[in-house]
């Protein structure tokens, strides 16, 4: 390529969600996350002579569902497929999968970057079956001297979920990753961690020059365990690529592996010869007829999406595009947000949400959910605050110590003797003692200068501990100030 | 021998079982004794437990004498006491289940299969797993990992195959009955080869889970019995809707027993039709005549004989040995010495481990078959190969539909010779042949039977019979009639000279 060509990188996204569903999907052993290796298994799901698979019709309505969310159309009539290969995770020498006629095909995902709205094609979702958990004993799998295999996972729904390549940043991928996990955690069909492996994603990247209507050589990338590596990681791919290119050489098409902490890709294997699957029809299973009555059905029973819900934030509370959208595309923050504002101002309440909540959320490494933080403790902050109780920065300060125990915010403000000082004699007396101890300042104020009163509130409020009413003070203040200069 | 209890027929037992003439213990005890007797040269087995037989015998003498106590017979299940052998790919809780293949030489099963525990509720007794080819590919018991069985009626012949050791075992009444599977002929071949009466359930009939898988779609779970009214017994309990079997059927299930009760006298005005194929010529003489004079006798009872074609069925062969080895190539992928059976020592990474102990475990022929499956499979040939199979399958199924237009039932010998000696044929592409009259069942999913009709040179020969889905019913009507017909030229096989 002439040197100074500008590139543009081409990426399809190819995601993995665990299904919530209660039990296995061809089994009926328990999805249970946590419990002792190899005791939430049959015959099965250890691929044990003789065993047959039974589908779980909940997990077919979890992947409607999915595809329902993702503007697919529902296919009448699918197949499962076995998909054929070795490898010890995979209990039966195949898997499960589907091939032609997935469950949901053709539909999109709209994602927003920097305030632009863009489409990003759905190919497919399609219902397929985990594989066990392989724990590799020594450093990496290379020098691993033996590994051990956990088939509590194997036969967990999975569904995959297969973009056109659309995508045309790092920004938009993180964006539809990111949009892609909320709309999935609304309507219920997986919790989508991507940091435990229940939300996976592959990423497939070209480059090319600018302008250009052909693809380049494909680059599949592994290993992309957060919304901050999935950015990294085609960042750092799209300029590798570019490099390569610009050099005068030729991607090889290949999967690679995104190393997060040394924050770049390494080879993994060629993709020059394809694999060989052996897809055929998996004769254990019937095909999989889909009604229209049931999606229907489905589709009567699905969860509001983070759009809609975004946008009846602001229709019904008043708040705010950006607070709107983050609260609704977290369950955690906008389950909170909803039992907050039956009891409070919604712009208030979600003004906490995005700021001091979710910052000691962050800091403390404690979702939300799983805090000591109740909704009523928030609405009785707020309520605080509008009665003139206490000042906003004491509320902050109660706050901290709420997250931290639990503890009812009106127990905390008694506790600590924090209620806002209002009463006028109270007040005035202070107010008195600041002016006496401060003569330049009230000469200051005298001469005209307007800023010494700042100076002289900040007096009232360290004499108070934060505790003057901020108006009262205020006004007291101008009264005495006006007696002094007399 | 000839005072063995087993000579008595299943329904025989039963009656003297609820009068007191007989326990299951006495049961058990002839057929052990007989295994112990006769197994040695026959081979039957490959695993005998007297242990679990005796103990599950005691439980159902407790459960005779508590329903001749009550007078409520009816409380007893019906196959109470009568010991059965089971093919060795049927799962046994317990009990170890090889499919004749090294690599699950010591595989004891953590459950059974559905129709291991259906049996067993209706009070039948497993006294042992027989032999078979290695995971039932093969038509001569030759291919097991463990040893050859041989032909009760002569030592020097095989038992056909693949289920010849269930096959084996009740003609040489060490069981009363068996259980058989049968992907592409393997309950109706040894049948016609041992003389007993073998059948293939319409697919999805009998539950398969628990049956270690060959060819999916064409994998049938099958009775074995030394008469027709016996092996409509044994499918009364063996079939049915089963939750773990997503293709098993929801069709209820029939009393078959009314219609195995039925003789020539019940043949008036069925229509049986002749397939020309099926006739042609290659059938061996002897076999041709005995099946033609059967027909005749059918005939004069009062059946219609209907000339029907199957245009397609010169494809069947073809066809079942892509579709069958496509799907065995993928069920037998999971023996890969992780989890259980098999594993190669020595090796020292996961792919070479894997790949070793499926060289070690398996043998010539089912390795044969695992590369003709994943030939026939992979991308390039999957359309010229498996695809264009299973539309040839489509048009052999609809042959059969339009044959049952005209007829109610059709026929063919169940093989074109009798049992031939054991090592005579080595082709492999010759034995597959030996299945030309068993796999259009198969490959349409409908029901088919093998009933001896005679003898020929001292051996028997077998009879066959296909119905419509689930049209076992017609089958077991017309079976009872051809065992009525032939009964003056048959008998049990002399094993004195043991």
Redesign the interface.
């Known amino acids: 390529m002439p040197a100074g060509t500008e590139y543009e990188v081409v990426v399809g996204m190819e995601v993995h969600a665990e299904l919530a569903t209660r039990s296995k999907v061809f089994c009926s052993c328990p999805v249970s996350f946590g419990a002792p290796p190899n005791t939430q298994t049959c015959p099965v799901c250890l691929g044990m002579p003789g065993a047959l698979p039974m589908l779980n019709r909940r997990a077919v309505e979890f992947t409607i569902r999915a595809a329902l969310a993702l503007n697919c159309q529902i296919t009448p009539f699918s197949k499962f497929f076995r998909k054929n290969y070795f490898y010890p995770d995979l209990a039966k020498g195949f898997q499960i999968t589907q091939f032609d006629a997935p469950i949901g095909h053709d539909g999109w995902l709209d994602v927003e970057v920097d305030g632009e709205v863009k489409r990003i094609r759905i190919r497919r979702v399609h219902l397929e079956e985990e594989t066990a958990k392989l724990t590799h004993a020594g450093d990496d799998i290379i020098t691993a001297g033996n590994s051990l295999l956990d088939f509590n996972r194997s036969g967990i729904g999975l569904i995959e979920i297969v973009t056109e390549p659309d995508i045309r940043s790092a920004e938009e991928a993180r964006a539809y990753l990111k949009k892609l996990r909320a709309t999935l955690v609304a309507v219920g069909v997986s919790d989508c961690k991507l940091e435990e492996g229940s939300m996976r994603c592959e990423a497939n990247i070209s480059v090319r020059p600018k302008g250009s209507d052909k693809y380049g050589n494909l680059v599949e990338l592994k290993n992309i365990a957060s919304f901050r590596a999935v950015y990294r990681a085609i960042q750092y791919e799209a300029a590798r690529q570019s490099q390569v290119l610009e050099s005068g050489g030729v991607v090889r098409r290949e999967t690679r592996h995104w190393d997060d902490a040394k924050g770049e890709t390494a080879f993994m294997r060629s993709k020059e010869q394809a694999a060989e699957y052996c897809y055929f029809p998996e004769p254990d299973l019937m095909p999989l007829e889909i009604s229209e009555e049931w999606v229907e059905e489905i589709r009567r029973g699905m969860p509001e999406l983070p759009d809609a819900r975004a946008a009846r934030y602001m229709r019904d509370y008043g708040l705010n595009k950006e607070d709107a959208q983050q609260i609704a595309e977290s369950k955690e923050l906008w389950w909170f947000f909803e039992q907050t504002a039956a009891k409070a101002d919604g712009p208030e309440v979600a003004k906490w949400l995005v700021g001091e909540i979710s910052a000691a959320a962050n800091a403390s490494g404690v979702e939300l959910s799983q805090s000591r933080l109740r909704p009523e403790h928030i609405a009785e902050l707020i309520s605080m605050m509008e009665s003139g109780k206490i000042s906003g920065k004491i509320a902050k300060s109660v706050f901290e110590d709420v997250w931290a125990t639990g503890k009812a915010p009106a127990d905390i403000v008694r506790e600590r003797g924090l209620s806002q000082i209002s009463d006028e004699g109270e007040l005035r007396a202070i107010v008195r003692r600041v002016i006496e101890a401060n003569p330049g300042p009230v000469q200051d104020f005298g001469a005209g200068k307007e800023r010494a009163i700042s100076f002289l509130v900040g007096q009232v409020m360290k004499e108070s501990r934060g505790r003057a009413n901020p108006q009262e003070t205020n006004r007291i203040l101008r009264e005495e100030l006006a007696r002094a200069m007399e | 021998m000839s005072e063995n209890v087993l000579d008595l027929s299943v329904h025989e037992l039963r009656r003297k079982l609820l009068q007191g003439q007989v326990t299951a213990a006495d049961m058990v005890d002839a057929a052990l004794k007989r295994i112990e007797a006769l197994d040695g040269a026959i081979g039957a087995f490959i695993t005998v437990d007297a242990e679990g037989a005796r103990v599950a015998a005691e439980k159902v003498d407790r459960m005779v004498t508590e329903a001749v106590r009550s007078g409520d017979e009816k409380a007893l299940p019906p196959l109470a006491g009568i010991p059965v052998a089971l093919k060795d790919?049927?799962?046994t809780r317990g009990l170890r289940?090889t499919?004749s293949s090294r690599i699950?030489e010591s595989?004891v099963?953590?459950?059974s299969?559905t129709v291991v525990e259906k049996l067993q509720s209706a009070g039948a007794i497993v006294v042992g797993k027989t032999n078979l080819d290695e995971f039932a590919m093969g038509s001569t018991t030759e291919s097991s990992a463990f040893h050859t069985t041989r032909n009760p009626w002569d030592l020097e012949r095989v038992p056909g195959g693949s289920s010849g050791g269930s096959a084996a075992a009740v003609a040489a009444g060490m069981a009363s009955a068996a259980v058989g599977t049968d992907t592409g002929g393997s309950v109706r071949l040894p049948s016609a080869f041992c003389g007993t009466v073998g059948l293939k359930p319409t697919y999805a009939r009998v539950s398969?889970?628990?049956?270690?898988?060959y060819?999916?779609?064409l994998d049938c779970v099958g009775p074995i019995a030394g008469n027709v009214l016996d092996c409509a017994i044994m499918l009364g309990v063996m079939a049915g809707l089963d939750?773990?079997?997503?293709?098993s059927s929801p069709e209820p299930v029939p009393d078959y027993v009314e219609s195995a009760r039925s003789g020539l006298d019940g043949l008036q005005g069925v229509r049986i039709g002749v397939p020309a194929e099926f006739f042609a010529p290659g059938i061996a003489s002897g076999v041709r005549e005995t099946v033609e004079r059967t027909l005749h006798r059918l005939e004069e009872a009062g059946a219609e004989l209907v000339d029907v074609s199957l245009p397609h069925v010169e494809y069947s062969v073809a066809v079942y040995y892509l579709v069958a080895t496509?799907?065995a190539?993928?069920n037998?992928?999971?023996?890969?010495g992780?989890?259980?059976g098999l594993r190669a020592e020595g090796k020292d990474d996961?792919?070479s481990t894997?790949a070793a102990s499926r060289t070690e475990g398996f043998g010539q022929e089912v390795q044969r078959r695992i590369l003709l499956g994943?030939h026939a499979?992979?991308?390039g040939n999957?359309a010229a190969y498996?695809d264009k199979a299973m539309r040839v399958r489509t048009l052999i199924r609809r042959d059969i539909e339009a044959a049952l237009e005209k007829c109610d039932c059709f026929v063919s010998p169940t093989s074109s010779t009798t049992a031939f000696k054991i090592g005579e044929v080595r082709d492999p592409l010759a034995m597959y042949l030996q299945d030309i009259y068993t796999i259009v069942a198969n490959l349409a999913g409908v029901p088919a039977i093998s009933v001896p009709c005679g003898l020929h040179q001292g051996l028997p020969v077998g009879f066959q019979v296909f119905g419509p889905m689930f049209g076992e019913p017609t089958l077991f009507r017309v079976a009872a009639a051809v065992e009525q017909a032939s009964a003056g030229e048959m008998r049990r096989p002399k094993l004195e000279v043991m």
């Open positions: 790919n049927i799962c289940t499919a699950l595989f099963p953590p459950y299969a398969r889970y628990g049956v270690i898988s060819g999916s779609s939750p773990r079997d997503a293709t496509a799907e190539s993928s037998l992928a999971r023996y890969d992780v989890r259980y996961v792919g894997i994943s499979l992979s991308a999957y498996f």
